[in-house]
């Protein structure tokens, strides 16, 4: 019988977060026992994604790109917070890919270039999508019933700086979207279905979209 007795969700060690770590107490054998955990949607990742479609995509390791992400010590907010916001390790390498790949389904309806069409004109060549927000943003669709325009995905750091995004943007780790309103007379529709859909963010209304009913949703898995 194992009992879960405390839940430590945070662990520094060496400078760096890791996922989750359990204290387990075994009553049986009278044994403490230390678990670690590490979710495949959150950072740091691992060196395969494989997204809704059943795309899989060898990821690459980019030390010099990792480095550039901001310290979770730096936060704002606690523990069980942080560990959602260590440096990826891995990211696809999509200035690599084949234009073959890139046009590739990544799930139902969204190709993988639509989930990360900026990063190379931007200048990065290393990108993420998680593939939970990827299968949200197909169910947003699903749920519209047309055509959705993915307008942001994911921002190296150096992007996001550059265009004033938030200093923790969750566009950074590669779960965060920002969906066009696909019609300004229904802006409020599509929020409110974006709301339904399971994500654990969804940005203030009054925050992307305008008066008119122009803009966009942000919505993101940030893991809490
Ligand atoms: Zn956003």
Do not use: K
């Not at 204290?23 to 395969?48: C, K």
């Not at 979207?177 to 229904?186: E, I, K, N, Q, S």
């Amino acid at each position: 019988m194992l009992v879960a007795l405390t839940a430590v969700t945070s662990c520094s060690g060496s400078g760096r977060i890791i996922d989750a770590v359990v204290q387990t107490i075994d009553i049986v054998n009278n044994q403490q026992r230390t678990d670690v955990y590490r979710q495949a949607s959150d950072p740091p990742y691992g060196p395969t994604l494989i997204l809704p479609s059943g795309l899989r995509l060898d990821l690459v390791q980019d030390a010099p790109l990792s480095a550039n992400y901001p310290d979770p010590a730096a936060l704002p907010f606690g523990g069980n917070r942080r560990v959602h916001y260590q440096a990826p390790e891995y990211f696809i390498d999509i200035g690599g890919l084949p234009p073959a790949t890139r046009s590739a389904r990544a799930s139902v309806n969204f190709s993988l270039d639509e989930y990360v069409r900026l990063p190379d004109r931007n200048g990065d060549r290393r990108c993420y999508v998680d593939a939970q927000i990827a299968q949200h943003v197909q169910d947003l669709r699903q749920a519209w019933g047309g055509p959705l325009v993915i307008n942001s995905s994911f921002r190296s750091p150096r992007f996001n700086a550059a265009i004033g995004g938030a200093f923790f943007s969750r566009h950074m780790y590669g779960d965060a979207l920002d969906v066009a309103v696909p019609d300004t007379r229904r802006a409020q529709d599509f929020y409110n279905l974006a709301l339904a859909i399971g994500v654990d963010f969804v940005d203030a209304f009054s925050n992307t979209v305008a008066a008119d009913g122009s803009g966009w949703v942000h919505i993101d898995d940030r893991g809490f």
